[in-house]
């Protein structure tokens, strides 16, 4: 059973206050995939995979279930996360009972572990190194928008994160990052959910508006997601009448 989401900004305070303490990346990764499990909804499992010089490993998990799937993706050469890796665009598998574009690793998953829904979302770990974080439900279509939304936006803090622990970066300038990364976390999830798009191409949409528009990637973001909310309020209040 999914765990109730807890209160994201507390846990992102917690991850800051972790790089405060000068906190090895090895300890950012540990700490990222606990807070994924913590803050997406329908996530129970999460692991880190890094490719280093083409040759990919996992960096950190949240529990053995995570790290067992990350073997046999490893072991296939196929699956979500080398996808995200290789392709640099967020990948989604809600129902991994129907094989979908992974068969191989969806019939392994099924059969030897409890998950049946799996994401992975893209990060940039250094200049010369990517990663992705992997997330794993236990019941199919449990990721839904927010848990898009939050997994982009943890993805994004979580590259700052690491960096900054790398680098003896201080907590307030990631809060300061945070801010931003939410609202635009949010608008590419919608965005991606909405016309069947990549992650990159959904950050481009904003980018391109931004240039348009001259007007900070940010503040469209959190435009089109106070837009997007409105509607849906709106909706649902016609659904009522």
Known sequence: MSRSPVDTASVFTSLAGIVAQGSTSKEMYAAVCVAATLTIPGCDHASLMISRDGACRTAAVSDPVAHQIDKFELALGCGPCLDAIDEQTAQMATDLTNGGRW??????????????????????????????????SDKANAFDTTSVERAVVLAAFATVAINAAAHGEDAAALRRGLACNREIGKAVGMLMLLNDISDDEAFGLLRQTSQDSNVKVADIAADFVRRRSAASEQSQRRGHC
């Open 103 to 136: 068969p191989a690793l969806a019939a392994r998953v099924v059969a030897e572990t409890p998950v049946r829904g799996a994401m992975s979302i893209q990060l940039a770990v250094d200049r010369s190194n990517v990663g992705a974080l992997n997330l794993f």
